[in-house]
């Protein structure tokens, strides 16, 4: 028996973790298709067809419901005698690399954005205690080392306001990397005493200035806790929104001090990058292929017609072959064909 599947623009990637065969997480699968993800080469996914598709279509045109390992499992399988008895051949006419925008499903949302209108008047600019925390921020690197090491009094200022903070976050995060001198030193080991098993350092071993200006902060929270009341400045977790030991999030920092909700993101392209040696970096988009995909079934022809006459009164006039595309049934032939 040979069924003939005619396909058009069938999608050859996957944009989930997992796979279709097996029962689905608590959480359902997880989303591999940002721009975060795709950073990573074992998160662009390429999809052939298999026999698992094969029989994942034979399935669907018998009027079969179920996903293909829910029905594997059921007393009733029609297929589990016949399975063996499968075989395939996909022939793409067409294969096309084409770049497609994908929706933000998961919801989430722009690390450097926000939305809503800005409210300067928070306690967290407005206390009298402001001026002394956030002026650690107008520190240079120098100064900084200096306050950390032995609690130098702040005169320098900074203006009060979100937008101006996270700013000056954005400067202090392209001050490179510190050597391992002895004044950084110092100013290292008061920070991993009071911090403990927070990493200063980047891979090459060097100091994040970034990582120091975020601790500094909450040492100088610490320092001024014995002259004010610092609850304010405070979430409800004992830590300040947006800054952690040792990053800045735009988007957290700003859903406190504006009135809208975090911006979401629309979507993104779907395309991965790459270095292959001895080609230098690859650039991998989307696959759509076209084609057709011709099943053999080796059974006997009357058997063939009893299925040809279940998938008829089925009456499934298109599908998806894989991920997306369309897909019909071309042609259907009960002569016995021996599988390959």
């Given at each position: 028996m040979k069924i003939e599947i005619e396909y058009e623009a069938s999608w050859r990637n996957s944009f989930l973790d997992g796979n279709n065969n097996e029962a689905l997480p608590k959480k359902g699968r997880k989303f591999i298709g940002s721009i975060t993800a795709l950073?990573?080469?074992?998160?662009y996914i390429k999809r052939d067809v298999t026999h698992n598709t094969v029989m994942g279509i034979l399935n669907r045109l018998i009027g079969e419901q179920r996903k293909l390992y829910q029905a594997r499992e059921g007393e009733n399988y029609f297929f589990k005698e016949i399975?063996?008895?499968v075989?395939?051949?996909d022939k793409i006419k067409v294969a096309n690399s084409e770049l497609v925008y994908l929706r933000n499903m998961s919801g989430n949302t722009d690390q450097n954005s926000f939305t809503g209108m800005i409210k300067t008047?928070?306690?967290m600019f407005t206390s009298d205690y402001s001026q002394e925390f956030w002026g650690v921020l107008a520190l240079d690197i120098d100064e900084l080392l200096e306050f950390i090491a032995h609690g130098r009094e702040i005169s320098e200022s900074i203006v009060l306001d979100p937008l101006i903070i996270s700013d000056r976050f954005a400067e202090i995060g392209k001050i490179k990397a510190l050597d391992?001198?002895?004044?950084?030193?110092?100013?290292l080991n008061i920070l991993e005493k009071k911090f403990e098993g927070t990493n200063y350092k980047n891979n090459k071993g060097k100091v994040v200035p970034l990582n120091l200006y975020c601790s500094a902060l909450y040492l100088q929270l610490e320092r001024l806790s014995s002259e004010y009341d610092l609850s304010s400045a405070l979430t409800k977790s004992g830590t300040i929104t947006g800054i952690s030991k040792r990053l800045f999030t735009k988007k957290d920092f700003m859903n406190r001090f504006t009135t809208g909700e975090k911006k979401k993101i629309f979507g993104n392209p779907y395309i991965a990058k790459s270095f292959v040696e001895g080609e230098g970096q690859v650039t991998s988009i989307l696959t759509k292929a076209s084609g057709t995909l011709e099943i053999i079934i080796d059974i006997k022809r009357d058997e063939a017609k009893a299925l040809k006459k279940m998938i008829e009164n089925a009456?499934?006039?298109s599908f998806y072959l894989g991920k997306k595309g369309l897909a019909y049934v071309r042609s259907i032939s009960t002569?016995?064909?021996k599988k390959k």
């Open positions: 950073k990573k080469s074992e998160n399975e063996p008895l075989s395939f051949n008047n928070d306690e391992d001198e002895e004044q950084v030193l110092s100013a009456g499934v006039s002569k016995e064909v």
